[in-house]
C-alpha cells in the first residue's frame, strides 16, 4: 500500500507540471493559428530593419514571403525561429510564445537559414544523425525518415562525404534535410531553392507543395514562379514593412490594373476602310487614350512598320472589344492585340519599386510617371534582376557568420 502511494505520488509530482503546461498549449492552438507575429520591431542602433510586423499563418497554409533584398524576410525568420530577439512585439509559434517557450518552438520547427551553418568536418550521414539525435529520433524512426529526405534532397550520392567538399547547392540541400529530419508540423524555410539547380529547384517545390497539404509552412523566396506554384497566399515586406499580405490572386488584383498591347500598322490601312493614309503614333495614342477605362498609354520600341502601344485599365474590365470597334471606325491595320492579368511580378516591382529606385540613387516616382519606363524596360529587368539575384546569393558567407555573431552578441546582452 505504502509502494501504491509513493508511486502515486512519484506520478502525480511528475505530471502536474505537464497538465499546467498543457492548457496554454491548447488554448493557443485552438486558434489554429501556427505562426503569429504581433507588432514586431527590430532595430540595429538606430536603422529599423523591421517596423511593426504583424500576421498570422494558419495550419496548413504555405506562405510565400516575400521582399526585395534588405527588407527584412530573414529578420522575421530569425526571431520567430528563437535565433534572435525582437527589439518590440511579440511571435507565437505552435502557441509558444518565442521569448517565454524557445525550446517548445524549436521542438516544433524546421528551420533553414538562408546561408545554413554546417560542420564541414562532418560527413552528410554523420551530420544529420547528429541533427536527429538532438532531436531525440529514435534510430529507427530515423532510419526511415532518411529515405525520404534523401530522395526529396538529392543526397542519395552525397551520404558518405564530407561537408566541406560539398558545393554550395548540395550544402543547401543538406541544410534542408535537417530542417525535415524531425518531420516537424511548421517549416519555416529561407530561400530553400537558392543556388540549387533546375532540376532540383523543381524537386524542391514538388515536395514542398506535397508536404503543404498537411503542413504549415513559411517560405521565402526570390523566385516569384515558385511562390506561384506552392503558394496559396503571400506577404510581400519592404523596407521592415508589411506592404501586401492575401490570397494571390487577391494581391494580383491589387494594383487593380490590367495591360493591352496594341499594334498597328505603321505602312498600310484596311483596304476599302475610311482612311486615306496611315495613322502616325500621335494620332493612334491620342485616340487609344480617349477609349473609356484607359488609364495611360504608353508606346512600346518597335520596328518601322507597326506603332506599338501599352494600356492600362481596369482589373476587373476588358475593353479589348472596344480598341477593335476603335481601330475598324478610323479604317487603320490591326496587327495585334492582347490582354495580360496582372502578374505577381508586377505588383511585385509596383509594391516596392520605390525602395528599388532609393537604393539606386534614382528619384522617386508616382505610380503613372513610372509607367513608361516600366513598360520600355521590362524585358531588359528581367534579365538583369535573374543575374543580381545570382550575384547576392554567391555573396561570401564569412560576412553573414560575423552578422549573425554580431546579432546573437545583441541578444544575449539585451536577454541578460
Ligand atoms: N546583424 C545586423 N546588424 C545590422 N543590420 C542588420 C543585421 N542583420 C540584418 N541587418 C539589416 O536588416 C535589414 C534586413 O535584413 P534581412 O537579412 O532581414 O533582409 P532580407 O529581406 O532577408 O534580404 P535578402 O533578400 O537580401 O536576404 C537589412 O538592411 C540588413 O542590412
Ligand atoms: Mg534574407
Redesign the pocket.
Known amino acids: 500500500m505504502r509502494l501504491w502511494r509513493t508511486l502515486t505520488w512519484f506520478y502525480r509530482a511528475a505530471t502536474k507540471g505537464a497538465q499546467v503546461r498543457a492548457l496554454p498549449k491548447e488554448v493557443g492552438l485552438s486558434t489554429d493559428v501556427m505562426i503569429e507575429a504581433n507588432g514586431l520591431t527590430k532595430r ?1 542602433g538606430a ?1 529599423r ?1 523591421l517596423d511593426k510586423v504583424s500576421f498570422e499563418v494558419h495550419r496548413g497554409e504555405v506562405v510565400g514571403f516575400l ?10 525568420m530569425r526571431i520567430l525561429t528563437c535565433f534572435i530577439s525582437a527589439t518590440g512585439g511579440t511571435a507565437r509559434v505552435h502557441g509558444y510564445d518565442v521569448f517565454d517557450d524557445p525550446l517548445e518552438v524549436r521542438k516544433k520547427i524546421g528551420y533553414l537559414p ?1 546561408r545554413a551553418p554546417l560542420y564541414g568536418e562532418m560527413s552528410v550521414w554523420e551530420y544529420l544523425t547528429f541533427v536527429a539525435d538532438m532531436r531525440g529520433l529514435e534510430t529507427a524512426t530515423f532510419k526511415k525518415r532518411m529515405k525520404n529526405i534523401v530522395e526529396v534532397c538529392g543526397l542519395a550520392t552525397s551520404l558518405g562525404k564530407d561537408i566541406r567538399d560539398l558545393s554550395h547547392g548540395y550544402r543547401q540541400r543538406v541544410g534542408l534535410a535537417q530542417a525535415l529530419v524531425h518531420d516537424p508540423p511548421i517549416l519555416i524555410l529561407d ?1 530553400p531553392t537558392s543556388d540549387l539547380d533546375p532540376n532540383e529547384k523543381a524537386e524542391v517545390i514538388k515536395y514542398i507543395q506535397e508536404i503543404g497539404k498537411e503542413r504549415t509552412i513559411l517560405l ?1 523566396t ?1 523566385n516569384l514562379s515558385e511562390v506561384e506554384q506552392a503558394c496559396a497566399r503571400a506577404i510581400i ?1 519592404s523596407k ?1 514593412r508589411i506592404v501586401a499580405d492575401g490570397p494571390l490572386e487577391e494581391i494580383r488584383a491589387k494594383s487593380g490594373r490590367v495591360r493591352y498591347v496594341v499594334q498597328v500598322h505603321e505602312k498600310r490601312v484596311f483596304e476599302g476602310g475610311p482612311a486615306k493614309k496611315a495613322p502616325s503614333a500621335e494620332e493612334v495614342q491620342t485616340a487609344l487614350e480617349k477609349l473609356p477605362g484607359v488609364t495611360s498609354v504608353v508606346e512600346l520600341p518597335t520596328d518601322d512598320r507597326a506603332h506599338s502601344f501599352q494600356l492600362a485599365g481596369a482589373q476587373d474590365g476588358d475593353i479589348r472589344a472596344e480598341i477593335f470597334q476603335l481601330i475598324v471606325s478610323k479604317g487603320w491595320l490591326l496587327l495585334e492585340m492582347r490582354r495580360e492579368a496582372q502578374k505577381l511580378e508586377d505588383v511585385f516591382k509596383a509594391l516596392t519599386k520605390n525602395d528599388e529606385r532609393r537604393d539606386r540613387g534614382r528619384p522617386v516616382v508616382e505610380d503613372d510617371e513610372d509607367e513608361a519606363e516600366a513598360a520600355a524596360e521590362d524585358e531588359d529587368e528581367d534579365e538583369d534582376e535573374d543575374e543580381s539575384a545570382e550575384d ?1 546569393s554567391d555573396e561570401d558567407e564569412s560576412d553573414e557568420d560575423e ?1 549573425e555573431d ?2 546573437d552578441e545583441d541578444d544575449k546582452k539585451k536577454k541578460g
Open positions: 540595429y536603422f530593419a521582399g526585395p533584398n534588405g527588407a527584412g524576410k530573414s529578420t522575421t538562408q530561400e521565402s526570390h515586406v521592415g547576392e552578422d554580431e546579432s
